[in-house]
């Protein structure tokens, strides 16, 4: 076992120390988060197991039945019917393939190019730190959904370039918490000695500064996560998003608004769906932070 | 001090000029609104006509200073569908979107104060743990579905206010959806802010020298723990009329947002852009106000 793998040994230890000793709320909070956020990707992956109907067959003869409603063939249907006679609930469960594929793959993407753009600015500094923290600056004073919406409406709305929106949103925050962990641990002794025995650049943020900001990162992952289903939800709802007929949280949302007055169940269940899933992922956030980083407490 | 607040502005300045290049790329990269403009039928002659007209065929750079110019000046350039210039347009939209925004600003604070306060003087009630269930619960709700429930509740099983349009009760609605937001969060941090004073030395002084309980809440506790909530009001400004975007096309409410997404619908993508960057520059310089106000309040600010 090497000096770095102990370190990490003893990290894991010490995590799952702090685990049992956190007051009984941070560990319900987590494992509620973590078990919801586990259904939404058992949904997004295998939706066919839960679902019990095509999510894009219509059937107009089942327009807007309630939820419980059992069709002449036995079929029941949990949260009833939209205005195609689609399964609300089945959309439901196929609607979480479009949100968590947006959220994850925006998200790895974010973070992968965040956090190299933080770790190299806070530890090379100079001009390159100066312009990538005036762009940072720039994106937390100027509201993104609008360019979002621009984008999206002049560019297009499949789900590469809703992946790639999100995603350059996605980086902002990655790269801010990777240069002050970068610039904490950059003046650190073995840092130093590692330049004095001649390791690469490259070396020296991957073995050196990347683990040193992995917890922080993780951290941000949560909170993140939330932001970015929030921003395809909003998206979609706007028309903007994910085209019918593939099922998208946002989207049902907005066909649902043409029919509240007789088909209150299409619009609740979709938004409760997105609610929960953005509330999981910021608890999952809180919660990290409580085990993780305390002192992060306030900054997100 | 004049340093930082030079600094903030240039900063701010360019923001939105990067902003406005940006939207500007994307409007080149949607397409040629020069056939969008045309017949059909057109020949490739007319094509080019036109786009020499609408001055297509000059450079980008050209291209968008010409814009840029004209748009600030208010004239020229006519939106694909709406035959006026497009500042008036904008601004006329705009009015009514600070209408909306400024009046759920007042109407959260007017809420979230005395439930804040309610929430730190009796805490761990019912009433407090409640408060803090749906204020938690509600940061996660999306705008839109907020919009929507109200909707069901208040318009649709209880017929009470309209659904769309403007007008006096025609705002609640909006602004209920957009307060929804604020008041969790203002009333969070006012919680957080009375609970911190009410544990520090002056406010035990003031008990000890027998001052009574409401006079050391008013005096000390209050106005100690209100400075921060002020601050948060002007930053919420500009989510505000973010949120405006999102809400407004919902209630037909006719603000920027509901011009700037009809707009997309109906491909008028200089209505737009021009939308995109007066809400740019609007939540920019509220943005700068409030940093530089608390520059002013707070010297301990401008050095970061």
């Known amino acids: ?300 | 001090m004049y340093r930082f607040i030079v600094q903030r502005t240039l900063q701010s300045i360019l923001t939105v000029i990067a902003v406005s290049i940006i939207v500007f790329l994307f409007m080149q990269a949607a397409g040629d609104p020069a056939a969008l403009l045309i017949p059909e039928e057109a020949t490739k002659e007319d094509l080019a006509l036109m786009r020499a007209k609408l001055g297509l065929d000059r450079p980008l750079h050209e291209q968008y200073f010409h814009f840029m110019g004209n748009f600030w000046r208010g004239e020229t350039i006519k939106s694909f569908r709406y035959y006026q210039p497009l500042l008036p347009l904008i601004l006329d939209s705009l009015r009514l979107t600070l209408v909306l925004a400024g009046g759920s600003l007042i109407a959260s604070v007017l809420i979230a104060v005395p439930l804040g306060t309610f929430a730190a003087l009796k805490r761990g009630s019912t009433l407090d743990v409640l408060l803090r269930v749906i204020a938690v619960f509600g940061q996660s709700m999306p705008s839109f579905w907020v919009a929507m429930l109200l909707m069901l509740f208040f318009a649709v099983q209880l017929p009470i206010f309209p659904v769309s349009g403007v007008g006096l009760a025609n705002i609640i609605l909006p602004g209920a959806t957009l307060s929804f937001f604020q008041i969790a969060i203002l009333m969070r941090l006012f919680r957080s802010e009375l609970l911190d004073a009410l544990h520090e030395d002056y406010v035990r002084t003031a008990r000890a020298k027998g001052l009574q309980e409401p006079k050391v809440i008013y005096r000390h506790v209050f106005k100690n723990a209100f400075l921060p909530v002020l601050t948060m009001t002007g930053l919420q400004l500009s989510n505000l009329v973010l949120g405006a975007v999102v809400v407004e096309p919902i209630f037909a409410w006719p603000g920027l947002g509901y011009l700037m997404v009809n707009s997309v619908f109906q491909r008028d993508y200089p209505v737009v852009v021009g939308g995109t960057i007066i809400a740019g520059v609007i939540v920019t310089a509220v943005n700068l106000i409030v940093d530089i106000l608390y520059g002013v309040l707070d010297p301990r600010i401008r050095i970061a």
Request: proline share 4%.
């Open chain 1, 1 to 300: 076992m090497t000096l770095s793998e102990q370190g990490q040994m003893r990290a894991m230890t010490h995590w799952l120390v702090s685990f049992k000793r956190k007051p009984l709320a941070t560990n319900v909070a987590f494992a509620f988060s973590a078990a919801l956020l586990a259904l939404f990707t058992f949904f997004a992956i295998w939706p066919q197991v839960v679902a019990p109907y095509d999510p894009t067959i219509n059937s107009l003869g089942l327009r807007h039945k309630p939820p419980a409603y059992v069709d002449a063939n036995g079929g029941m249907h949990l949260l009833g019917t939209d205005h195609m006679g689609r399964d609300v609930w089945s959309r439901v469960v196929w609607g979480a393939r479009a949100s968590m594929t947006v959220g994850y793959v925006g998200l790895f993407l974010g973070a992968l190019v965040g956090v190299l753009i933080g770790l190299v600015a806070g530890y090379r500094g100079g001009w390159f730190d100066s312009i990538a923290m005036r762009v940072v600056d720039a994106y937390l004073s100027f509201p993104y959904i609008l360019i979002a919406i621009v984008w999206a409406a002049l560019i297009g709305t499949d789900i590469q370039n809703l992946i790639l929106i999100v995603a350059v949103r996605g980086w902002v925050e990655f790269a801010r918490v990777a240069r002050g962990q970068s610039l904490a641990v950059r003046e650190r002794d073995y840092v130093t000695a590692a330049q004095a025995i001649g390791a690469k650049t490259g070396r020296i943020l991957w073995r050196y500064i990347l683990p040193n900001t992995l917890t922080s990162i993780l951290v941000v992952t949560g909170f993140q996560l939330g932001r970015l289903i929030l921003l395809e939800g909003t998206l979609s709802f706007l028309g903007m998003g994910i085209r019918p007929p593939t099922p998208a949280w946002g989207s049902m949302l907005s066909d649902a608004r043409n029919y509240l007055a007789s088909a209150w169940w299409t619009a609740l269940f979709p938004g409760a769906a997105i609610s929960l899933v953005v509330m999981a992922a910021s608890f999952m956030g809180d919660s990290l932070r409580d085990y993780l980083d305390p002192t992060m407490r306030g900054r997100f």
